[in-house]
Structure formats: structure tokens, C-alpha cells
């Protein structure tokens, strides 16, 4: 994906302010200090476009990069999960399932976990709440360049065992330290992009 033109258009916070240009939108989603603001930085060549809190769960807006005026990655705070428990509702917010919900630009959703460990309970209920929410569905494991290439069978198989994937659900190593895999991650958003 060549980018040519970037830029965080909006931060949003209701229904009311969503960007009204039609783009298609894929949703990026993960437990803080994933690698989620890295991701973007690195899939869009920039350094600090989206900024990298030292500080969990400070976002609390939608956050639209508009990507070459033909679609927008959208940085969802936080977690979902909210058919799972009350606590993890209360957390994510309405703002996040009114948005998941019924947005109909939202094309796809890309789920991000720490390739260091298995997949967590959190990580397990995010991927189920995605998968209620019937959308496409890439799974990133983030900070692969941690872990010894020796390992990366292992990851994987941790990734599929735990989260119990299935076929139709992507799974993609990756690296926003060493840039690795960030052109399969755009195929995937290319290919889900016109559907
Ligand atoms: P919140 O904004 O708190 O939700 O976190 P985030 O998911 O946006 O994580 P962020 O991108 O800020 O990264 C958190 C930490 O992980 C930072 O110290 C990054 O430098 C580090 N990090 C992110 N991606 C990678 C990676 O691919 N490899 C390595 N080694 N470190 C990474
Ligand atoms: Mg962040």
C-alpha cells in the first residue's frame, strides 16, 4: 500500500461525529501497551502520528486516521467483551459497542495480542465479542521480534488452541520494531476492503 496521504481527521466520542465520508473502516483493538498506536505508526511510515501513551486506558475517543482518502483506521479504546461480564461492559463503554454495533462502513476488525504469551481471558473474550459481532476478523501478534524465530510455530499454535480460531479468521505475525509482515497486514485490509 503506497500512503500518500495520512492524517488523524477526528477523535470521536458520539454517534453524531462519525466521519460522514463513507470510507471503509477497519477497527483496531487490543489491551493497552499491545502495540496498537505502534501498529498504525508503522503500517502508515510515520513516527508519532498516533501518539504512544505511557499512560493505560488514558483514550477515550474513536480515533479516525484517514488513510489516502480511501479508508480509515479507527483506534478503539480499550476492550469490548460486552456480552461477557458487567465489569468488562462497564469498561468498554457504549460509545465503543454503539460504534462496533451498527456501524455500516466498519468492514473488518483487527484484534491485536502480545505474541510473548498465550492469548489471555480478556483476549479470549475480545476475540468471541468479534466474532458475535460477525465481522472479518485478522488477528495480530504483536512484538513477534521478541520472541526467537524457533518459537513462531509455537505462537501460532498457542494463538489457535486458545483462542479455539476458526477458518475463516486470519492470524498474522508481526513486527512494528522491525516492520515485519506490515505488507500482509495491508493485503488483508485490501482484500476485505470491497466486500
Ligand atoms: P495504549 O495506548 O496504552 O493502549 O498502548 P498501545 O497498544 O497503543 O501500545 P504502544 O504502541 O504505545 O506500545 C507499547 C509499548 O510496546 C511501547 O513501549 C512500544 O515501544 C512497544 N512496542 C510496540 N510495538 C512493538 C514491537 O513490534 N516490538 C517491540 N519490541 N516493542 C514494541
Ligand atoms: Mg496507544
Known amino acids: 500500500m503506497k500512503i500518500h496521504k495520512v492524517d488523524l481527521e477526528?477523535?470521536?466520542?458520539?454517534?453524531?461525529?462519525?466521519?460522514?465520508?463513507?470510507y471503509p473502516e477497519?477497527?483496531?483493538?487490543?489491551?493497552?501497551?499491545?502495540?496498537?498506536?505502534?501498529?498504525?505508526?508503522a503500517i502508515l511510515n510515520r513516527k508519532k502520528l498516533a501518539r504512544t501513551s505511557s499512560s493505560p486506558g488514558k483514550?477515550?475517543?474513536?480515533?479516525?486516521?484517514?488513510?489516502?482518502?480511501?479508508?480509515?483506521?479507527?483506534?478503539?479504546?480499550g476492550y469490548g467483551y460486552a456480552k461477557v461480564s458487567k465489569k468488562m461492559r462497564e469498561k468498554f463503554g457504549q460509545m465503543i459497542e454503539t460504534y462496533l454495533e451498527s456501524?455500516?462502513?466498519?468492514?473488518?476488525?483487527?484484534?491485536?495480542?502480545?505474541?510473548?504469551?498465550?492469548?489471555?481471558?480478556?483476549d479470549v473474550a475480545m476475540y468471541q465479542y468479534a466474532k458475535y459481532l460477525n465481522q472479518p476478523?485478522?488477528?495480530?501478534?504483536?512484538k513477534i521480534d521478541k520472541v526467537k524465530k524457533s518459537q513462531w510455530n509455537k505462537v501460532v499454535k498457542n494463538?489457535?488452541?486458545?483462542?479455539?480460531?476458526?477458518?475463516?479468521?486470519?492470524?498474522?505475525?508481526?513486527?512494528?520494531?522491525?516492520k515485519y509482515n506490515i505488507d500482509a497486514l495491508w493485503q488483508w485490509v485490501e482484500d476485505k476492503k470491497n466486500n
Open 137 to 142: 476478523l485478522l488477528i495480530v501478534a504483536t
Open 26 to 41: 477497519f477497527a483496531l483493538s487490543g489491551r493497552s501497551n499491545v502495540g496498537k498506536s505502534s501498529l498504525i505508526n
Open 59 to 77: 483514550t477515550q475517543t474513536l480515533n479516525f486516521f484517514n488513510v489516502n482518502d480511501d479508508l480509515y483506521l479507527v483506534d478503539v479504546p
Open 159 to 178: 494463538f489457535k488452541d486458545t483462542l479455539e480460531l476458526d477458518e475463516s479468521d486470519d492470524l498474522i505475525l508481526f513486527s512494528s520494531e522491525k
Open 10 to 22: 477526528k477523535t470521536v466520542a458520539y454517534p453524531d461525529q462519525y466521519p460522514t465520508s463513507h
Open 103 to 122: 456501524r455500516e462502513e466498519l468492514k473488518g476488525m483487527i484484534l491485536l495480542m502480545d505474541s510473548r504469551h498465550k492469548p489471555t481471558q480478556d
